[in-house]
């Protein structure tokens, strides 16, 4: 890093961990550039997100401007397989989604530093420089490289090449589904409400969330649902082979699920979840699937490189905490680097030090708590 001249980042995924690093290193007077492999905008992307603090911190200090970011609840309901509510209890929280979150930090960036359809083949770094190569022949350099390229990053796999997310032995099936789609017996149940259906092995969950539009008013807000199946590994392979014949390592997008399974899943569902559930299976028109992982990386810095969000650990999804965890990463980072008074190295330990303590703290209690919740013994 030259003395005077400004710094850059290069950013490697441009979702939500890789696009609020960018917004909080601008914020903090750096030059940003990301590069994210799909050619696509990616905001027709992902289900819902619980809208934790750690978020709103973030975008407080990048200075984003932003509405209504999500759909309020108040109560948490558990419904046993009839349909009866089991259990209420006061426990309010904001649910937010994917793309709403994406769109509202993808209009806080300027086009122009953000690259898609470049996709990284490999990073080398010399002492103060970090050089980034990508699959068609670009290459580009500079004073920090930010790996935000996810559970399967490219980034880790070459500085940890023996380190891969585990499968953790069940799948989330999700779906989005219209507001006025669901049966009005149906919506007068789950409005308003964080809903619940625990079984021997398997746990459903439901919650509104806003529109594709981002529209948080009644009417024009989406069903999100989540169920929670066990899947034994060998079949997984199968589960995850798309309606072309394309294997896929770890989920399938909305989209992609070959009709038969969405057929058996709607079966399943009429076997096994209470009716409103029932109705929301039925109602999704692309469901879509993700493998449950383990993954915690036992270091996040690499000299002039830096692995952050789910590139660096990936949380059970009951923690909730996935995306509140890549943004309390990269706003501590955009701090640790706004201080100068110590040599860079120094100061990025030191934001290591303290991530990786967090991360496996979010890691372990979402172990624990996803095989409590899914009936799973591993031994000790
Ligand atoms: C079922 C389920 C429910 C969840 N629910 C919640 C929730 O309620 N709350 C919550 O906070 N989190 C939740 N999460 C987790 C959350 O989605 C992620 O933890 C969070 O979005 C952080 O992701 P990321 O940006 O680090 O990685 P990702 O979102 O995986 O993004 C990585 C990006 O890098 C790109 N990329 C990959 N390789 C390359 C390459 N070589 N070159 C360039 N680009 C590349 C990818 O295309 C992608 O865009 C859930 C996850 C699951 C599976």
């Not at 036992?298 to 692995?307: A, D, E, H, N």
Request: proline share 7%.
């Amino acid at each position: 890093m030259n003395p005077g001249s400004t710094p850059r980042a290069l950013i490697i995924g441009g979702s939500i961990g890789g696009l609020l690093s960018a917004i909080l290193l601008r914020a903090i007077g750096w030059r940003v550039d990301v590069f994210e492999r799909s050619p696509h905008a990616l905001d027709s992307r992902g289900g819902g997100i619980v809208l934790q603090a750690d978020v709103l911190h973030a975008f407080r200090f990048a200075g984003i401007r932003h509405g209504t970011l999500g759909v309020a609840s108040g109560d948490r309901i558990f419904l046993d397989q009839a349909g009866d509510v089991l259990q209420r209890t006061w426990q309010p929280q904001t649910q937010t989604s994917w793309n709403m979150l994406y769109q509202t930090m993808r209009r806080a960036l300027p086009d122009d530093c953000v690259h898609p359809g470049a996709a990284l083949a490999r990073v080398e770094q010399a002492a103060d420089q970090v050089r980034a190569h990508f699959a068609n022949g670009r290459s580009e350099a500079g004073d920090l490289l930010v790996g935000a390229d996810g559970a399967r990053s490219t980034v880790r796999a070459q500085l940890l090449p023996d380190l891969a997310p585990a499968y953790a032995g069940y799948v989330a099936w999700r779906g989005l589904v219209p507001e006025p789609d669901l049966d009005p017996a149906s919506r007068a149940l789950l409005a308003g409400v964080f809903a619940f259906q625990q079984g021997d092995d398997h746990m459903l969950l439901e919650y509104l969330v806003p529109g594709e539009d981002g529209a948080t008013q009644a009417g024009r807000r989406r069903w999100n649902w989540v169920w929670y199946r066990k899947v034994d590994a060998a079949l997984l392979p199968a589960l995850l082979t798309d309606r072309d014949g394309h294997p896929h390592a770890f989920s399938l997008p909305p989209g992609a699920l070959p009709e038969a399974r969405a057929r058996a899943l709607r079966a399943d569902a009429d076997a096994h979840l209470a009716p409103p559930f029932r109705a929301l299976v039925h109602g999704t028109t692309e469901p879509f699937i993700q493998a449950i992982l383990d993954l915690a990386a036992p270091r996040m810095v690499f000299g002039r490189i830096v692995l952050l969000g789910d590139a660096a650990s990936v949380p059970r999804p009951h923690t909730a905490g996935g995306t509140a965890k890549a943004a309390a990463n990269a706003l501590a980072l955009a701090q640790a680097l706004q201080r100068t008074e110590a040599p860079i190295e120094r100061r990025l330990q030191a934001w290591e030090a303290e991530q990786l303590r967090a991360g496996r703290a979010m890691t372990d209690r979402g172990r624990a708590m996803g095989d409590r919740i899914m009936g799973i013994d591993r031994p000790a």
